[in-house]
């Protein structure tokens, strides 16, 4: 059963850090493509971030270029997002996903708030 579990969301103030983390099980994470995606409240799914299945090669939205940095551990099964420099339009419900902007799986997400 391929699961895919979000954590590490909360309220922060803007300017503020968050480090997300996708504990996955039930599927060859290493041989994977990863992604994260958010969905603002009232808007469309935003591909934010992908890396490869090794970790060497990733990209991102131009939006978070610069501020969110996405990386892997192959050996916990684990994907991360570090997110700098946050600011109030960052708020949304974030879900990591197998595969890239048409992935296969995802998770349920966890909730972004960025407000003072």
């Known amino acids: 059963q391929v699961q895919l579990v979000e954590s590490g969301g909360g309220l922060v103030q803007p300017g503020g850090s968050l480090r997300l983390s996708c504990a996955t099980s039930?599927?060859?994470?290493?041989?994977?493509?990863m992604s994260w995606v958010r969905q603002a409240p009232g808007k469309g799914p935003e591909w934010v971030a992908g890396?490869?299945?090794?970790?060497?090669?990733?990209t991102y939205a131009d939006s978070v270029t610069g501020r969110f940095t996405i990386s892997r551990d192959n050996a916990k099964n684990t994907l991360y997002l570090q997110m700098n420099s946050l600011k109030p339009e960052d708020t949304a419900l974030y879900y990591c996903?197998?595969?890239?902007?048409?992935?296969?799986?995802r998770g349920q997400g966890t909730q972004v708030t960025v407000s003072s």
């Open positions: 996903a197998r595969g890239g902007i048409s992935y296969s799986a």
């Open positions: 039930g599927f060859t994470f290493s041989a994977y493509y």
């Open positions: 890396i490869n299945s090794r970790g060497s090669t990733t």
